[in-house]
């Protein structure tokens, strides 16, 4: 193979639950902070009891031409933080329990698999709060390609839950952080298949019922 694919614009436009009520004060909703659980008041003290916020970090961005995506060069990647932090106010100490999802919503991939055998070459690739690896995601398959693991999305589309019915629990404050990243994989055959194919879609995380 000579060269490589010349172009390869990829996007992951990350944004929460209401931003387009926010987004006039962000531009390309390069990073949004929203709370999904409004605070509640008592009526009595009119203090906050407690609220859950979501924190999508950046927007991830690979852009693949000669100089990074030559033939015998590693493969590329982007990643961005996710957290969700509950913060409760409580005199007796009495913890309080929420749930959300982490989504991902492809609305465009034009991506084809570039070998016959159909060798994944997107990932996504999701750490949780303690570190591990998220190995199962429900319509996506868990695979290694080129020595890196993740889900294979090179022609995905349509919504996914990252996180399901995640629990965040605490009496005062707690944190939880998330880690997802997307690799293009560099191999090492002709994947000029794919030049100046593009893939865009958002990440949300959500607040859910119990």
Known sequence: ?????????????IITLFAIITSASFAYFTYLQVSNVSPRVEATTATITDWLMFDVGKPITI??????FAQGMPSISDETPA???????SSDNTSKTYFYNIILDINRNDFVYSTSNETPELLIKVTDPEGNEVREIQGLEYV????????????????FNLASHQEITTSTQ????????????NLSTNQDVNMDKSFSGEIRMVSVNA
């Open 144 to 159: 290694e390609s080129n020595g890196y693991t993740g889900f294979d999305i090179t022609t995905a589309s349509g919504h």
């Open 174 to 185: 707690v944190t939880q952080n998330w880690q997802i990243e997307i690799i293009f994989i």
């Open 1 to 13: 193979m000579n060269k490589k694919t010349k172009k390869v614009i990829f996007a992951i436009y």
């Open 63 to 68: 852009y693949a031409n000669d100089e990074n």
């Open 83 to 89: 957290s969700a932090t509950l913060q409760v106010t």
